[in-house]
Protein backbone atom coordinates (compact mmCIF):
# COMPACT_ATOMS: atom_id res chain seq x y z
CA UNK A 1 0.00 0.00 0.00
CA UNK A 2 1.18 3.77 -1.19
CA UNK A 3 1.88 6.51 1.21
CA UNK A 4 -1.11 8.15 0.17
CA UNK A 5 -3.50 5.10 0.63
CA UNK A 6 -2.29 5.08 4.35
CA UNK A 7 -2.87 8.39 4.39
CA UNK A 8 -6.48 8.29 3.43
CA UNK A 9 -6.73 4.87 5.47
CA UNK A 10 -5.86 6.41 8.48
CA UNK A 11 -7.81 9.61 8.16
CA UNK A 12 -10.95 7.49 7.59
CA UNK A 13 -10.26 5.22 10.65
CA UNK A 14 -10.08 8.12 12.69
CA UNK A 15 -13.19 9.88 10.91
CA UNK A 16 -15.36 6.44 11.27
CA UNK A 17 -14.06 6.29 15.02
CA UNK A 18 -15.54 10.38 15.95
CA UNK A 19 -18.62 9.60 14.46
CA UNK A 20 -19.07 7.05 16.42
CA UNK A 21 -17.39 8.28 19.83
CA UNK A 22 -19.27 11.69 19.71
CA UNK A 23 -22.75 10.18 21.04
CA UNK A 24 -20.64 8.97 23.96
CA UNK A 25 -18.86 12.44 24.16
CA UNK A 26 -22.18 13.98 23.86
CA UNK A 27 -23.95 12.00 26.41
CA UNK A 28 -21.19 12.17 29.12
CA UNK A 29 -20.01 15.32 28.73
CA UNK A 30 -22.72 17.86 26.61
CA UNK A 31 -26.43 16.67 27.40
CA UNK A 32 -27.64 18.20 31.05
CA UNK A 33 -28.64 16.02 33.43
CA UNK A 34 -31.86 16.58 34.08
CA UNK A 35 -32.69 16.26 30.18
CA UNK A 36 -31.05 12.37 30.25
CA UNK A 37 -33.01 11.87 33.73
CA UNK A 38 -36.38 12.54 31.98
CA UNK A 39 -35.54 10.65 29.23
CA UNK A 40 -34.29 7.70 30.76
CA UNK A 41 -38.50 7.24 31.75
CA UNK A 42 -41.07 5.11 30.12
CA UNK A 43 -42.34 6.75 27.26
CA UNK A 44 -45.86 7.21 28.62
CA UNK A 45 -44.06 9.70 31.64
CA UNK A 46 -42.23 11.28 28.65
CA UNK A 47 -45.66 11.78 27.66
CA UNK A 48 -46.94 13.05 30.43
CA UNK A 49 -44.22 15.13 31.50
CA UNK A 50 -44.32 16.80 27.66
CA UNK A 51 -47.67 17.13 28.16
CA UNK A 52 -47.63 19.17 31.37
CA UNK A 53 -44.33 21.17 30.63
CA UNK A 54 -46.35 22.30 27.06
CA UNK A 55 -49.22 23.58 29.33
CA UNK A 56 -47.01 25.29 31.63
CA UNK A 57 -44.97 26.50 28.67
CA UNK A 58 -48.31 28.15 27.22
CA UNK A 59 -49.20 29.67 30.17
CA UNK A 60 -45.76 31.27 30.25
CA UNK A 61 -46.63 32.99 26.62
CA UNK A 62 -49.67 34.14 27.19
CA UNK A 63 -48.29 35.82 30.78
CA UNK A 64 -45.45 37.16 28.55
CA UNK A 65 -48.27 38.27 26.18
CA UNK A 66 -50.21 40.11 28.17
CA UNK A 67 -47.57 42.23 30.52
CA UNK A 68 -44.58 42.37 27.70
CA UNK A 69 -46.47 42.15 24.45
CA UNK A 70 -44.10 43.99 22.64
CA UNK A 71 -40.55 42.27 24.43
CA UNK A 72 -38.96 39.89 22.32
CA UNK A 73 -39.32 35.93 22.13
CA UNK A 74 -37.11 34.54 25.17
CA UNK A 75 -34.26 31.97 23.84
CA UNK A 76 -36.23 29.19 25.51
CA UNK A 77 -39.11 29.72 22.79
CA UNK A 78 -36.68 30.10 19.73
CA UNK A 79 -38.46 26.82 18.31
CA UNK A 80 -41.48 28.53 18.22
CA UNK A 81 -40.03 31.05 15.31
CA UNK A 82 -40.18 28.27 12.99
CA UNK A 83 -43.90 27.49 13.66
CA UNK A 84 -44.61 30.84 13.88
CA UNK A 85 -43.17 31.51 10.12
CA UNK A 86 -45.04 28.65 8.69
CA UNK A 87 -48.26 30.04 9.95
CA UNK A 88 -47.32 33.71 8.23
CA UNK A 89 -45.98 31.85 5.13
CA UNK A 90 -50.03 30.60 4.54
CA UNK A 91 -51.00 34.00 4.66
CA UNK A 92 -51.89 36.53 1.76
CA UNK A 93 -48.90 38.68 0.40
CA UNK A 94 -50.30 41.69 2.21
CA UNK A 95 -49.63 39.78 5.95
CA UNK A 96 -45.68 40.61 6.25
CA UNK A 97 -43.34 38.16 8.32
CA UNK A 98 -42.58 40.72 11.53
CA UNK A 99 -38.88 41.65 11.66
CA UNK A 100 -38.60 40.93 15.46
CA UNK A 101 -40.57 37.78 16.98
CA UNK A 102 -42.22 38.67 20.21
CA UNK A 103 -44.98 36.17 22.51
CA UNK A 104 -47.54 37.58 20.80
CA UNK A 105 -47.15 37.45 17.03
CA UNK A 106 -45.67 33.74 17.51
CA UNK A 107 -49.53 33.34 18.45
CA UNK A 108 -51.03 35.80 16.30
CA UNK A 109 -52.19 33.50 13.53
CA UNK A 110 -52.73 30.41 15.27
CA UNK A 111 -54.88 28.08 18.06
CA UNK A 112 -54.37 27.44 21.45
CA UNK A 113 -54.53 23.53 20.26
CA UNK A 114 -51.93 24.56 17.61
CA UNK A 115 -49.67 26.41 19.89
CA UNK A 116 -49.70 23.64 22.33
CA UNK A 117 -48.97 21.08 19.76
CA UNK A 118 -46.11 22.56 18.65
CA UNK A 119 -44.38 23.51 22.46
CA UNK A 120 -45.47 19.67 22.91
CA UNK A 121 -43.53 18.48 19.81
CA UNK A 122 -40.50 20.07 20.79
CA UNK A 123 -40.41 18.74 24.43
CA UNK A 124 -41.53 15.17 22.41
CA UNK A 125 -38.60 15.63 19.88
CA UNK A 126 -36.00 16.70 22.59
CA UNK A 127 -36.53 13.82 25.19
CA UNK A 128 -37.27 10.88 22.05
CA UNK A 129 -33.86 12.11 20.48
CA UNK A 130 -32.36 11.51 23.41
CA UNK A 131 -33.36 8.66 24.36
CA UNK A 132 -32.91 7.13 21.43
CA UNK A 133 -28.96 8.67 21.23
CA UNK A 134 -28.52 6.37 25.02
CA UNK A 135 -28.76 3.35 22.11
CA UNK A 136 -25.88 4.36 20.63
CA UNK A 137 -23.50 4.92 23.21
CA UNK A 138 -20.86 3.57 25.59
CA UNK A 139 -23.02 2.37 28.51
CA UNK A 140 -21.86 1.92 32.40
CA UNK A 141 -22.28 -1.29 33.84
CA UNK A 142 -23.84 -2.17 36.86
CA UNK A 143 -20.96 -2.34 39.31
CA UNK A 144 -20.29 1.46 37.90
CA UNK A 145 -24.00 3.10 37.68
CA UNK A 146 -25.96 0.91 40.27
CA UNK A 147 -29.12 -0.33 39.27
CA UNK A 148 -31.95 -3.07 39.74
CA UNK A 149 -31.59 -6.74 39.94
CA UNK A 150 -34.63 -9.05 39.62
CA UNK A 151 -34.02 -13.15 39.92
CA UNK A 152 -37.08 -14.75 38.47
CA UNK A 153 -38.08 -18.33 38.36
CA UNK A 154 -39.81 -20.47 35.26
CA UNK A 155 -42.94 -22.04 36.21
CA UNK A 156 -42.41 -25.10 35.16
CA UNK A 157 -46.17 -26.28 36.17
CA UNK A 158 -47.35 -23.87 33.81
CA UNK A 159 -45.44 -24.87 31.22
CA UNK A 160 -46.67 -28.82 31.57
CA UNK A 161 -50.34 -27.53 31.56
CA UNK A 162 -49.61 -25.87 28.49
CA UNK A 163 -48.21 -28.44 26.53
CA UNK A 164 -50.98 -31.35 28.15
CA UNK A 165 -47.71 -33.69 29.34
CA UNK A 166 -44.57 -33.42 31.29
CA UNK A 167 -42.10 -31.26 29.66
CA UNK A 168 -38.44 -32.87 28.71
CA UNK A 169 -35.15 -31.34 29.53
CA UNK A 170 -34.98 -29.66 26.56
CA UNK A 171 -38.68 -28.40 26.22
CA UNK A 172 -37.86 -26.59 29.22
CA UNK A 173 -34.58 -25.31 27.86
CA UNK A 174 -35.81 -23.76 24.75
CA UNK A 175 -38.74 -22.42 26.51
CA UNK A 176 -36.77 -20.11 29.49
CA UNK A 177 -34.10 -19.60 26.48
CA UNK A 178 -37.28 -18.15 24.39
CA UNK A 179 -38.18 -16.55 27.81
CA UNK A 180 -34.91 -14.69 27.61
CA UNK A 181 -35.34 -13.01 23.98
CA UNK A 182 -38.31 -12.01 24.81
CA UNK A 183 -37.82 -10.43 27.97
CA UNK A 184 -34.91 -8.36 25.89
CA UNK A 185 -37.35 -7.33 23.12
CA UNK A 186 -39.83 -5.83 25.83
CA UNK A 187 -37.23 -4.16 27.99
CA UNK A 188 -36.08 -0.51 26.27
CA UNK A 189 -40.26 0.68 26.42
CA UNK A 190 -39.46 0.78 30.09
CA UNK A 191 -36.90 3.40 29.57
CA UNK A 192 -34.06 1.20 31.03
CA UNK A 193 -31.03 0.42 28.46
CA UNK A 194 -28.27 -2.50 27.88
CA UNK A 195 -29.85 -4.91 30.58
CA UNK A 196 -27.65 -8.08 31.68
CA UNK A 197 -30.34 -11.52 31.33
CA UNK A 198 -28.95 -14.47 31.40
CA UNK A 199 -30.31 -18.11 32.79
CA UNK A 200 -28.82 -18.95 36.26
CA UNK A 201 -29.60 -22.61 37.08
CA UNK A 202 -31.80 -24.67 35.31
CA UNK A 203 -34.82 -22.48 35.74
CA UNK A 204 -34.18 -19.08 37.36
CA UNK A 205 -33.23 -16.04 34.95
CA UNK A 206 -31.10 -13.54 36.63
CA UNK A 207 -31.80 -9.86 34.89
CA UNK A 208 -29.49 -7.17 35.72
CA UNK A 209 -30.61 -3.09 34.91
CA UNK A 210 -28.05 -0.79 34.57
CA UNK A 211 -28.91 2.72 36.52
CA UNK A 212 -31.62 4.28 37.60
CA UNK A 213 -34.88 1.78 36.88
CA UNK A 214 -38.48 2.33 38.99
CA UNK A 215 -39.21 -0.72 40.15
CA UNK A 216 -42.92 -0.63 39.43
CA UNK A 217 -42.81 -0.34 35.59
CA UNK A 218 -40.07 -3.08 35.70
CA UNK A 219 -42.80 -5.07 37.20
CA UNK A 220 -45.01 -4.51 35.02
CA UNK A 221 -43.11 -5.94 31.78
CA UNK A 222 -42.06 -9.19 34.45
CA UNK A 223 -45.66 -9.89 35.60
CA UNK A 224 -46.91 -9.60 32.02
CA UNK A 225 -47.58 -13.61 30.35
CA UNK A 226 -46.77 -11.73 27.00
CA UNK A 227 -50.14 -14.15 25.54
CA UNK A 228 -50.41 -13.29 21.90
CA UNK A 229 -53.50 -14.63 20.66
CA UNK A 230 -56.17 -14.71 17.51
CA UNK A 231 -59.82 -14.01 18.07
CA UNK A 232 -62.64 -13.46 15.30
CA UNK A 233 -64.81 -10.27 16.09
CA UNK A 234 -68.59 -10.31 15.93
CA UNK A 235 -69.24 -7.14 14.09
CA UNK A 236 -72.87 -7.03 14.75
CA UNK A 237 -72.52 -7.57 18.68
CA UNK A 238 -69.60 -4.89 18.45
CA UNK A 239 -72.63 -2.23 16.45
CA UNK A 240 -74.25 -2.88 19.71
CA UNK A 241 -72.21 -2.55 22.13
CA UNK A 242 -71.10 0.77 20.88
CA UNK A 243 -74.22 1.66 21.15
CA UNK A 244 -75.49 0.91 24.55
CA UNK A 245 -72.39 2.39 25.54
CA UNK A 246 -73.53 6.14 23.90
CA UNK A 247 -76.38 5.83 25.28
CA UNK A 248 -75.46 4.06 29.16
CA UNK A 249 -76.20 7.16 31.71
CA UNK A 250 -75.08 4.99 34.96
CA UNK A 251 -71.98 6.30 36.33
CA UNK A 252 -69.25 3.96 36.72
CA UNK A 253 -67.95 0.64 34.73
CA UNK A 254 -70.01 -0.64 32.41
CA UNK A 255 -67.74 -4.58 32.11
CA UNK A 256 -66.54 -6.52 34.54
CA UNK A 257 -63.15 -7.46 35.04
CA UNK A 258 -63.03 -10.54 32.18
CA UNK A 259 -64.62 -7.96 30.09
CA UNK A 260 -68.67 -8.94 30.12
CA UNK A 261 -70.65 -6.03 30.73
CA UNK A 262 -72.44 -5.93 33.64
CA UNK A 263 -75.70 -6.19 32.12
CA UNK A 264 -76.91 -9.47 30.58
CA UNK A 265 -77.83 -9.51 27.18
CA UNK A 266 -75.61 -6.92 25.69
CA UNK A 267 -73.19 -9.27 23.84
CA UNK A 268 -73.83 -12.97 23.39
CA UNK A 269 -72.27 -15.46 25.56
CA UNK A 270 -68.70 -16.73 24.38
CA UNK A 271 -67.81 -13.13 23.63
CA UNK A 272 -65.86 -10.04 25.52
CA UNK A 273 -65.08 -6.56 24.87
CA UNK A 274 -62.06 -5.77 24.78
CA UNK A 275 -60.19 -2.22 23.60
CA UNK A 276 -58.27 -1.62 20.45
CA UNK A 277 -55.34 0.56 20.65
CA UNK A 278 -52.55 2.11 18.79
CA UNK A 279 -49.21 3.69 18.75
CA UNK A 280 -49.20 7.60 19.17
CA UNK A 281 -46.28 9.43 18.35
CA UNK A 282 -44.92 8.72 21.63
CA UNK A 283 -45.23 5.20 20.51
CA UNK A 284 -47.66 4.36 23.63
CA UNK A 285 -50.28 2.38 23.15
CA UNK A 286 -53.58 4.78 23.17
CA UNK A 287 -56.79 3.81 23.25
CA UNK A 288 -59.22 3.65 20.48
CA UNK A 289 -62.12 1.91 20.29
CA UNK A 290 -64.00 -1.48 21.53
CA UNK A 291 -64.10 -4.49 19.54
CA UNK A 292 -66.74 -7.98 20.37
CA UNK A 293 -64.27 -10.55 20.48
CA UNK A 294 -64.67 -14.40 20.67
CA UNK A 295 -63.90 -15.57 24.73
CA UNK A 296 -61.51 -18.25 23.40
CA UNK A 297 -58.76 -17.95 21.58
CA UNK A 298 -59.35 -19.38 18.25
CA UNK A 299 -55.71 -19.74 17.59
CA UNK A 300 -52.73 -19.58 19.82
CA UNK A 301 -49.98 -17.35 19.35
CA UNK A 302 -47.26 -20.12 20.28
CA UNK A 303 -48.20 -21.40 16.70
CA UNK A 304 -45.78 -18.65 14.81
CA UNK A 305 -42.66 -19.83 13.83
CA UNK A 306 -41.35 -16.57 12.52
CA UNK A 307 -42.71 -13.37 11.20
CA UNK A 308 -40.99 -10.74 8.84
CA UNK A 309 -41.33 -7.34 7.25
CA UNK A 310 -42.04 -7.41 3.71
CA UNK A 311 -43.25 -5.39 0.49
CA UNK A 312 -46.66 -5.97 -1.86
CA UNK A 313 -46.08 -6.05 -5.47
CA UNK A 314 -47.11 -2.11 -5.25
CA UNK A 315 -44.20 -1.47 -2.29
CA UNK A 316 -46.45 -1.52 0.64
CA UNK A 317 -45.33 -2.83 3.49
CA UNK A 318 -47.02 -6.03 4.99
CA UNK A 319 -45.96 -8.63 7.53
CA UNK A 320 -45.54 -12.32 6.89
CA UNK A 321 -45.74 -14.88 9.29
CA UNK A 322 -45.84 -18.84 9.25
CA UNK A 323 -47.04 -21.25 11.44
CA UNK A 324 -46.02 -24.38 12.54
CA UNK A 325 -48.02 -27.70 11.08
CA UNK A 326 -50.65 -27.61 13.83
CA UNK A 327 -51.41 -24.06 13.72
CA UNK A 328 -51.19 -24.49 10.30
CA UNK A 329 -54.50 -26.31 9.90
CA UNK A 330 -55.86 -24.38 12.76
CA UNK A 331 -55.95 -21.09 10.76
CA UNK A 332 -56.69 -22.73 7.97
CA UNK A 333 -60.14 -24.47 9.08
CA UNK A 334 -60.52 -20.98 11.13
CA UNK A 335 -59.79 -18.65 7.80
CA UNK A 336 -62.41 -21.10 5.68
CA UNK A 337 -65.24 -20.91 8.06
CA UNK A 338 -64.87 -17.01 8.69
CA UNK A 339 -64.51 -15.70 5.47
CA UNK A 340 -65.42 -11.52 5.52
CA UNK A 341 -65.19 -11.49 9.21
CA UNK A 342 -62.06 -9.58 11.04
CA UNK A 343 -59.09 -11.44 12.79
CA UNK A 344 -57.91 -9.31 15.61
CA UNK A 345 -54.22 -9.58 17.24
CA UNK A 346 -54.90 -9.53 20.82
CA UNK A 347 -51.68 -9.15 22.96
CA UNK A 348 -52.06 -8.80 27.07
CA UNK A 349 -55.85 -8.35 26.74
CA UNK A 350 -55.06 -5.87 24.27
CA UNK A 351 -56.43 -5.56 20.27
CA UNK A 352 -53.40 -4.99 18.65
CA UNK A 353 -54.18 -5.14 15.08
CA UNK A 354 -57.36 -6.92 12.88
CA UNK A 355 -57.47 -7.96 9.57
CA UNK A 356 -60.24 -8.59 7.06
CA UNK A 357 -60.63 -12.40 5.66
CA UNK A 358 -60.61 -12.85 1.88
CA UNK A 359 -59.66 -16.52 1.51
CA UNK A 360 -58.72 -19.67 3.13
CA UNK A 361 -55.06 -19.48 4.80
CA UNK A 362 -52.45 -22.34 6.04
CA UNK A 363 -49.44 -21.93 7.17
CA UNK A 364 -47.99 -18.61 5.60
CA UNK A 365 -49.64 -15.92 6.11
CA UNK A 366 -49.66 -12.57 5.23
CA UNK A 367 -51.22 -9.02 6.44
CA UNK A 368 -51.42 -5.61 5.10
CA UNK A 369 -52.84 -2.50 6.29
CA UNK A 370 -49.94 -0.85 8.01
CA UNK A 371 -47.63 1.72 7.50
CA UNK A 372 -43.50 0.52 7.51
CA UNK A 373 -43.44 1.73 11.33
CA UNK A 374 -45.99 -0.23 12.47
CA UNK A 375 -45.28 -3.40 10.64
CA UNK A 376 -42.04 -3.60 12.25
CA UNK A 377 -43.43 -3.08 15.45
CA UNK A 378 -46.24 -5.83 14.94
CA UNK A 379 -43.97 -8.22 13.36
CA UNK A 380 -41.70 -8.13 16.54
CA UNK A 381 -44.97 -8.53 18.51
CA UNK A 382 -45.86 -11.46 16.39
CA UNK A 383 -42.03 -13.13 17.07
CA UNK A 384 -41.61 -12.50 20.63
CA UNK A 385 -44.93 -11.30 22.30
CA UNK A 386 -46.26 -15.21 23.48
CA UNK A 387 -44.29 -15.66 26.49
CA UNK A 388 -43.48 -19.77 26.44
CA UNK A 389 -43.46 -20.04 30.22
CA UNK A 390 -44.58 -17.38 33.14
CA UNK A 391 -42.41 -16.29 34.99
CA UNK A 392 -42.13 -15.75 39.16
CA UNK A 393 -40.67 -12.76 40.51
CA UNK A 394 -38.35 -15.08 43.14
CA UNK A 395 -36.28 -11.81 44.75
CA UNK A 396 -35.87 -7.94 43.42
CA UNK A 397 -33.43 -5.48 45.07
CA UNK A 398 -32.00 -1.87 44.34
CA UNK A 399 -28.17 -2.46 43.61
CA UNK A 400 -25.89 0.86 44.44
CA UNK A 401 -22.67 0.91 42.24
CA UNK A 402 -19.92 -0.82 44.09
CA UNK A 403 -17.80 2.44 43.73
CA UNK A 404 -20.02 4.41 41.79
CA UNK A 405 -18.41 7.63 40.94
CA UNK A 406 -15.23 6.99 42.55
CA UNK A 407 -15.09 4.12 40.48
CA UNK A 408 -14.97 6.16 37.47
CA UNK A 409 -13.02 8.72 38.88
CA UNK A 410 -10.14 6.25 40.30
CA UNK A 411 -10.59 4.37 36.56
CA UNK A 412 -9.39 7.69 34.22
CA UNK A 413 -7.04 8.90 37.31
CA UNK A 414 -5.49 4.84 36.32
CA UNK A 415 -5.42 5.80 32.42
CA UNK A 416 -3.88 9.23 33.04
CA UNK A 417 -1.29 7.95 35.20
CA UNK A 418 -0.40 4.98 33.01
CA UNK A 419 -0.75 6.78 29.80
CA UNK A 420 1.75 10.15 31.04
CA UNK A 421 4.12 7.36 33.12
CA UNK A 422 4.43 5.57 29.53
CA UNK A 423 4.63 8.85 27.43
CA UNK A 424 7.58 10.22 29.39
CA UNK A 425 9.22 6.95 29.77
CA UNK A 426 9.02 6.76 25.57
CA UNK A 427 10.73 10.57 25.45
CA UNK A 428 13.16 9.83 27.65
CA UNK A 429 13.89 6.60 26.71
CA UNK A 430 14.04 7.11 22.63
CA UNK A 431 14.11 10.71 22.42
CA UNK A 432 11.93 12.04 19.00
CA UNK A 433 11.25 8.44 18.13
CA UNK A 434 9.35 8.30 21.84
CA UNK A 435 7.16 11.00 20.06
CA UNK A 436 5.94 9.21 17.11
CA UNK A 437 5.06 6.25 19.79
CA UNK A 438 3.20 8.32 22.21
CA UNK A 439 1.08 9.69 19.29
CA UNK A 440 0.20 6.41 18.20
CA UNK A 441 -0.79 5.48 22.06
CA UNK A 442 -2.76 8.34 22.11
CA UNK A 443 -4.54 7.24 18.65
CA UNK A 444 -4.85 4.16 20.39
CA UNK A 445 -6.90 5.12 22.96
CA UNK A 446 -9.37 7.06 20.62
CA UNK A 447 -9.75 4.07 18.13
CA UNK A 448 -10.49 1.70 21.32
CA UNK A 449 -12.79 4.28 23.09
CA UNK A 450 -14.52 4.69 19.42
CA UNK A 451 -14.70 1.12 18.70
CA UNK A 452 -16.68 0.28 22.09
CA UNK A 453 -18.95 2.54 21.39
CA UNK A 454 -19.62 1.59 18.06
CA UNK A 455 -20.54 -2.07 19.28
CA UNK A 456 -22.46 0.00 22.29
CA UNK A 457 -20.37 -2.30 24.67
CA UNK A 458 -21.17 -2.10 28.30
CA UNK A 459 -17.93 -0.67 30.25
CA UNK A 460 -17.33 -1.71 34.07
CA UNK A 461 -14.46 -2.06 36.50
CA UNK A 462 -13.08 -4.97 34.88
CA UNK A 463 -13.17 -3.32 31.30
CA UNK A 464 -11.45 0.01 32.89
CA UNK A 465 -8.91 -2.53 33.92
CA UNK A 466 -8.80 -3.60 30.38
CA UNK A 467 -8.22 -0.10 29.18
CA UNK A 468 -5.65 0.29 31.58
CA UNK A 469 -3.53 -2.76 30.53
CA UNK A 470 -4.29 -1.70 27.11
CA UNK A 471 -2.20 1.22 27.26
CA UNK A 472 0.66 -0.30 29.20
CA UNK A 473 0.90 -2.92 26.15
CA UNK A 474 0.05 -0.47 23.17
CA UNK A 475 3.58 0.51 23.44
CA UNK A 476 5.40 -2.97 23.17
CA UNK A 477 4.92 -3.21 19.24
CA UNK A 478 6.41 0.10 18.65
CA UNK A 479 9.13 -0.92 21.31
CA UNK A 480 10.24 -4.12 19.16
CA UNK A 481 9.94 -1.79 16.32
CA UNK A 482 12.15 0.64 17.54
CA UNK A 483 15.04 -1.64 18.84
CA UNK A 484 14.91 -3.69 15.11
CA UNK A 485 15.75 -0.36 13.65
CA UNK A 486 18.42 0.37 16.59
CA UNK A 487 19.99 -2.43 15.01
CA UNK A 488 19.78 -1.61 11.76
CA UNK A 489 21.19 2.01 11.91
CA UNK A 490 24.02 0.66 14.13
CA UNK A 491 25.00 -1.49 10.75
CA UNK A 492 25.49 1.71 8.93
CA UNK A 493 22.29 2.08 6.74
CA UNK A 494 20.42 5.42 5.73
CA UNK A 495 17.85 6.61 7.94
CA UNK A 496 14.97 5.57 4.97
CA UNK A 497 16.68 2.09 5.28
CA UNK A 498 17.12 1.50 8.54
CA UNK A 499 13.29 2.17 9.06
CA UNK A 500 11.69 0.01 6.30
CA UNK A 501 13.77 -2.82 7.40
CA UNK A 502 13.08 -2.45 11.17
CA UNK A 503 8.95 -2.66 10.22
CA UNK A 504 10.05 -5.85 8.41
CA UNK A 505 11.67 -7.46 10.46
CA UNK A 506 9.52 -6.66 13.36
CA UNK A 507 6.26 -7.27 11.93
CA UNK A 508 6.20 -11.40 12.28
CA UNK A 509 7.09 -10.92 16.33
CA UNK A 510 4.40 -8.22 16.58
CA UNK A 511 1.78 -10.21 15.02
CA UNK A 512 2.57 -13.67 16.54
CA UNK A 513 2.65 -12.29 20.11
CA UNK A 514 -0.53 -10.05 19.71
CA UNK A 515 -2.03 -13.05 17.62
CA UNK A 516 -1.92 -15.61 20.71
CA UNK A 517 -3.27 -12.78 23.23
CA UNK A 518 -6.07 -12.37 20.65
CA UNK A 519 -6.94 -15.73 20.60
CA UNK A 520 -6.61 -15.62 24.95
CA UNK A 521 -9.34 -12.81 25.06
CA UNK A 522 -11.65 -14.43 22.23
CA UNK A 523 -11.63 -18.00 24.46
CA UNK A 524 -12.35 -15.41 27.51
CA UNK A 525 -15.24 -13.64 25.70
CA UNK A 526 -16.42 -17.00 24.95
CA UNK A 527 -16.04 -18.62 28.08
CA UNK A 528 -16.36 -15.78 30.84
CA UNK A 529 -19.55 -14.26 31.76
CA UNK A 530 -20.22 -10.76 32.78
CA UNK A 531 -17.09 -8.64 34.10
CA UNK A 532 -15.08 -11.54 32.19
CA UNK A 533 -16.45 -11.02 29.60
CA UNK A 534 -15.91 -6.66 29.52
CA UNK A 535 -12.27 -7.30 30.04
CA UNK A 536 -11.90 -9.59 26.95
CA UNK A 537 -13.84 -7.59 24.91
CA UNK A 538 -11.50 -4.29 25.50
CA UNK A 539 -8.53 -6.20 25.83
CA UNK A 540 -9.35 -8.10 22.43
CA UNK A 541 -10.01 -4.14 20.76
CA UNK A 542 -7.05 -3.12 22.46
CA UNK A 543 -4.47 -5.54 20.44
CA UNK A 544 -6.48 -5.03 17.19
CA UNK A 545 -6.27 -1.29 17.63
CA UNK A 546 -2.51 -1.24 18.89
CA UNK A 547 -1.22 -3.54 16.15
CA UNK A 548 -3.15 -0.94 13.67
CA UNK A 549 -1.74 2.00 15.57
CA UNK A 550 2.01 0.64 15.43
CA UNK A 551 2.66 -0.91 12.25
CA UNK A 552 0.55 1.08 10.20
CA UNK A 553 0.38 4.62 12.01
CA UNK A 554 3.84 5.12 13.34
CA UNK A 555 5.34 3.81 10.12
CA UNK A 556 3.26 6.91 8.33
CA UNK A 557 4.63 9.14 10.65
CA UNK A 558 8.32 7.85 10.28
CA UNK A 559 8.14 7.95 6.35
CA UNK A 560 6.70 11.50 7.06
CA UNK A 561 9.43 12.91 8.92
CA UNK A 562 12.04 11.60 6.42
CA UNK A 563 10.16 12.55 2.98
CA UNK A 564 8.66 15.56 3.92
CA UNK A 565 10.27 17.42 6.50
CA UNK A 566 14.07 15.79 5.13
CA UNK A 567 14.77 14.27 8.13
CA UNK A 568 18.79 12.45 7.90
CA UNK A 569 19.63 10.87 10.90
CA UNK A 570 17.08 8.61 13.65
CA UNK A 571 16.61 9.80 16.92
CA UNK A 572 16.11 6.59 19.00
CA UNK A 573 18.29 6.47 21.51
CA UNK A 574 21.00 8.28 23.49
CA UNK A 575 23.76 6.18 21.78
CA UNK A 576 22.59 6.59 18.79
CA UNK A 577 24.31 9.23 16.35
Given at each position: ???????????L?L???G?????????????????I?????????????????A????Q??Q??????????????????????????????????????W??????E?????????AI???H?????G?????????????????????????????????L?????????????N????I?????????V?????R??G????L??????A??????S???G??????????????????????S???P??????????????IVP??????????????????????????????L???H?????V?????????IN??????????????????????L??????K??A??????????N????????????????????????V?????????????????A???????????????V????????????????????????????????????????????????????D?????F????????????R??SI????????????DS?????IA????????T?P?Q?????????????????????????????E?L????????????
Amino acid sequence: MNKRARTLTVILALGVCGIFLYPTYNWYFRLPREKIELASRSRQQIRDYAREQARQDYQTLQNLRRTEPDSPLPEEFAYLKKFAKRNYDLLPPEYKTPSRWTAANVQEYATTAEVLAAIEEHHRDELLGIKTASTRILQLGLDLSGGMSILLKADLDNLAERLGRTPTAEEEADAINRAIEILNSRIDQFGVTEPEIRKQGDSQILIEIPGAADPDRVNSFLRGKGSLNFHIVNDEATEAWNQYKASATTPGPLLNSAGRPLEEGIVPLGYVVRGYYASDSYNVDTYQRDLVITEIPDLDGGHIVDAVVGSDTYGRPVINFQLDSEGGEIFFQLTSANRNKTLAIVLEDKIKAGARINDAIRENVQMSGFNRKEAEDLSVVLRTGAMPVNLQIINQQSIGASMGEDAINQGIRGVTIAFVLVVVFMLFYYLRAGLVADLALILNLYIILGILSAFHLTLTLTSIAGLILTVGMAVDANVIIFERIKEEYRLGKSREASIKAGFAKAFWTIMDSNITTFIAAVFLSQLGTGPVQGFAYTLAVGIVSSMFTSLFVSRLLFDFATETLKLKKVSIGWRIK
